[in-house]
Nanobody, 115 residues
Framework: QVQVVESGGGLVQPGGSLRLSCAAS????????MGWYRQAPGKERELVAL???????NYADSVKGRFTISRDYAKNTVHLRMNSLKPEDTAVYYC?????????WGQGTQVTVSS
């Protein structure tokens, strides 16, 4: 069993910053990828950023230049630094972890960008 725990969401004004964190633990032999998705009310879940082991990092076009994903391979953690936040970034953000036993999701953390 794999556990995925997120933290760091909250309310921020437009132009502000937030940092999300995610830690994966449990029966993990190897990790293929870690990343973040988000889902706004009435919309489908979408990729925000994904880092693939030994390969590339992918960002949604809407967050390029504003968001930065970073990963600690030894600790199985991934972080998302979000700068210049906009109201349209408001969503529930989910950590996504792809390991040897399958794909796992966190419970989600709310990010609200509003004045």
């Amino acid at each position: 069993q794999v556990q995925v725990v997120e933290s760091g969401g909250g309310l921020v004004q437009p132009g502000g910053s937030l940092r999300l964190s995610c830690a994966a633990s449990g029966s993990i032999v190897w990790t293929n990828a870690m990343g973040w998705y988000r889902q706004a009310p009435g919309k489908e879940r979408e990729l925000v950023a994904l880092t693939i082991s030994g390969s590339s990092t992918n960002y949604a076009d809407s967050v390029k230049g504003r968001f930065t994903i970073s990963r600690d391979y030894a600790k199985n953690t991934v972080h998302l630094r979000m700068n210049s936040l906009k109201p349209e970034d408001t969503a529930v953000y989910y950590c996504n972890v792809r390991v040897d036993s399958g794909i796992y999701w966190g419970q989600g953390t709310q990010v609200t960008v509003s004045s």
